[in-house]
């Protein structure tokens, strides 16, 4: 299983970035899908999670509100809308996946199997 984030970059506070990732090696739909944030020097942390029909989404609370995360199964793509950033979002993004079926909360708990290499978003002035 293979996965690679992408649409990182450089915003400014206040201005919006929309993340994909495309997974490959799997049937892309019997999956839930996560995204996460590490900040150096910290433990990489949850962001938000959809189950596999793209219905059930959870999101942490530092980002509720301010992050959409979406998923087109046609095209085997997750994709995390991001509005509203502020300094503290910057991190970089990772997109994960569980080894088997799991519920969005088990995806937050990170009970992950595949990881993708990450993406750098930074938001500075």
């Known amino acids: 299983v293979q996965l690679q984030a992408s649409g990182g970059g450089l915003v400014q506070p206040g201005g919006s970035l929309t993340l994909s990732c495309v997974v490959s090696?799997?049937?892309?739909?019997?999956?839930?899908m996560g995204w996460f944030r590490q900040v150096p020097g910290q433990e990489r942390k949850f962001v938000a999670s959809?189950?596999?029909?793209?219905?059930?989404?959870y999101y942490s609370d530092s980002v509720k509100g301010r992050f959409t995360v979406t998923r087109d199964n046609s095209k085997s793509t997750v994709y995390l809308q991001m509005n509203s950033l502020k300094p503290e979002d910057t991190a970089v993004y990772y997109c994960a996946t569980p080894g088997r079926p799991r519920t969005t909360t088990d995806i937050a708990r990170g009970l992950i199997a595949f990881w993708g290499p990450g993406t750098q978003v930074t938001v500075s002035s």
């Open positions: 090696g799997r049937t892309f739909d019997n999956y839930g």
């Open positions: 959809i189950d596999w029909r793209g219905v059930t989404k």
